[in-house]
């Protein structure tokens, strides 16, 4: 679960960095548009909070 | 839009923001009944409403400064710590959880949401579709009611026995947070749905208005911030519109304190059936070019 969630937020900011550039063109409201910034943020956001699952979900030393 | 106009949104918006009848579906409708001239479709239009959003999320940050600051706190101690320890730290990372499924909602949806914008029609059949939200809610509550409190004497008894804000269920905050998404169509009310969607997880009625205004405060920053530079791209009267977000902040802050005060034992029929009867009216209204 953990090594999963990682996976997810590399994927998420991976993503945030192809909307940035612009490179991602999926589903966004302006195509001819260079940057996706609200893309960018969104996927930022979504790995940080993948990675807060990560740790939460990895085993801890007790 | 003329400066009076603008100060008249901002307190529509302010007045109706918090209150479960949609402050979109108002701010709609209410141009098109007055017959004013200026187009919801305007470019500036969504920002100008995103700027009275701001006002009222500031409103809202006022209202709660010190529970934000427990909670942002308590959000960074428990990601850090990879563990939930206090209930402001399950409060914190509830609020994550719900705020998340509306972000995502928002970017994907937004323009198809947009385009609701243009048609009062719309924001009148979303009204009273809220309305039987509402209504629909406190059927739930109450067969909840009956089931959990049967023997209790007194509303006060009743609400006792139901839950606060931090011990709702993850799943049961990704739920209303993604209940928040509805509120992007004219009409549909964002504190209704998650005031709604709050009891019907078993929060008290005053938690769920916390929760509620709690859960709005980042959306409606985090979409405000988004659409405020549109407002300086063109000629707006930022003057007039920034009074315009001072009028709603001061007038939601003052709806906050009433609605907090009032669902300690009052319920949402009230607003259910107002919206039933708002969005009727102005179908007629605008069927019959009144």
């Known amino acids: 679960m953990s090594i999963g969630l990682v996976v997810v937020a590399v994927v998420c900011f991976v993503l945030a960095v192809l909307y940035g550039l612009g490179v991602l063109q999926i589903a966004v409201s302006d195509p001819h548009s260079p940057h996706h910034y609200t893309h960018m943020i969104l996927f930022i956001v979504l790995g940080v909070a993948a990675l807060i699952g990560a740790n939460f979900t990895r085993q801890k030393a007790v | 839009m003329s400066w009076w106009q603008a100060l008249f949104m901002g307190l529509l918006q302010g007045a109706t923001e918090l209150f479960p009848v949609s402050s979109l579906g108002h701010a ?3 141009p098109s009944l007055l017959h004013w001239a200026f187009k919801q479709s305007d470019p500036s239009f969504v920002p100008f409403l995103t700027l009275l959003h701001l006002g009222t999320a500031t409103a809202l940050l ?3 400064w010190r529970q934000w600051i427990q909670i942002i706190r308590a959000f960074f101690t428990a990601a850090v710590r990879g563990r939930i320890a206090t209930d402001d730290e399950r409060l914190a990372m509830l609020l994550m959880v719900g705020t998340l499924p509306a972000a995502i909602l928002g970017v994907y949806f937004e323009n198809r949401i947009k385009g609701f914008f243009a048609s009062p029609y719309e924001a009148a059949g979303f009204l009273i579709a809220n309305g039987l939200l509402m ?19 007194t509303r006060a008894e009743v609400e006792e026995r139901f839950t606060d804000a931090a011990h709702i269920s993850f799943l049961a905050a990704v739920i209303v947070g993604a209940c928040q998404a509805l509120a992007f169509l004219p009409g549909i009310s964002r504190s209704g749905v998650t005031i ?7 929060l008290r009625h005053e938690e769920a208005a916390r929760f509620s205004f709690l859960l709005a405060t980042p959306t409606i920053l985090g979409a405000g911030i988004l659409e405020v530079p549109q407002l300086f791209s063109g000629s707006v009267p930022l003057a ?8 709603a ?3 939601a802050y003052a709806s906050a304190r009433f609605l907090l005060r009032y669902f300690r034992s009052g319920r949402l029929d009230p607003y259910g059936w107002y919206c039933v009867a708002a969005g009727l009216i102005s179908f007629a209204l605008l069927h019959f070019g009144l």
């Open chain 2, 28 to 30: 709609v409708l209410v």
């Open chain 2, 62 to 64: 006022v209202l709660y």
């Open chain 2, 240 to 247: 007039t519109y920034v009074g315009a977000a001072v009028l």
């Open chain 2, 249 to 251: 902040g001061l007038a």
């Open chain 2, 135 to 153: 209504l629909g809610f406190e059927v739930l509550r109450r067969r909840a009611e009956r089931r959990e409190a049967a023997s209790a004497q």
């Open chain 2, 196 to 202: 709604g969607g709050g009891l019907v997880a078993g």
